[in-house]
Nanobody
Framework: QVQLVESGGGLVQTGGSLRLSCAASGRAITINNMGWFRQAPGQEREFVAGLSWSISSPYYADSVKGRFTISRDNAKNTVYLQMNSLKPEDTAIYYC?????????WGQGTQVTVSS
């Protein structure tokens, strides 16, 4: 079993920045990749950014390329999402997801609200 704990959401003005964190814990975790998804009210959950754990290769949704950066701390089993130049359309609940040898796990979500 893997637990994911997210933090770092909040309210920010257009053009501002936030940094999300997601820490994975559990016994004998072997992570394949970790990533971030988001879900706005009335919309389906969508992919935002992901990171292969073995080769640290990031990939992004087109809507966030150039503005968001995903990174990791292997020693802490933690993934980060640095979000810059935020727009009102980035407003959503952001979820961390981990793909491990024992399956997929989701965090509880953290709210990001960008005011215009």
């Amino acid at each position: 079993q893997v637990q994911l704990v997210e933090s770092g959401g909040g309210l920010v003005q257009t053009g501002g920045s936030l940094r999300l964190s997601c820490a994975a814990s559990g016994r004998a975790i072997t992570i394949n990749n970790m990533g971030w998804f988001r879900q706005a009210p009335g919309q389906e959950r969508e992919f935002v950014a992901g990171l292969s754990w073995s080769i640290s290769s990031p990939y992004y949704a087109d809507s966030v390329k150039g503005r968001f950066t995903i990174s990791r701390d292997n020693a802490k089993n933690t993934v980060y999402l640095q979000m810059n130049s935020l727009k009102p359309e980035d407003t959503a609940i952001y979820y961390c997801k981990s793909n491990t040898w024992s399956g997929d796990y989701w965090g509880q979500g953290t709210q990001v609200t960008v005011s215009s």
